[in-house]
């Protein structure tokens, strides 16, 4: 069985500022704890005025637990699911651009 990945991308820039449209409409809400107060309305519609804070909520507050791993999110352009703990120290500089701290 092969070592689970640290990160996944999950939605790529080439949506833009669709990205939050496309994670409220395209994925299971169930999955992601801390995400209970979300208007996910909000999200669907890109031209609300509180459609980037709301977003910023989602990806501070979401967390999944697969496999006993807790992920978060992370958008760089890309939306990314990542475990720190699952990286490797490559993969973890790779990922933030700095070394862990030992």
Known sequence: MSKPSGQRLLIDSRHGIYVPK????????????????????????????????????VLQKAT??????????????????????LMTDEEYENFWGEKRDE
């Open 22 to 57: 496309r994670f409220a409409e395209d994925f299971d809400h169930s999955k992601w704890q801390g995400l209970d107060n979300v208007d996910w309305d909000v999200l669907k519609n890109p031209d609300h005025e509180h459609y980037w804070e709301e977003w910023e909520t």
């Open 64 to 85: 999944c637990l697969q496999d006993g791993h807790t992920y978060r999110l992370h958008q760089d352009g890309d939306l990314w699911a990542y475990c720190d703990e």
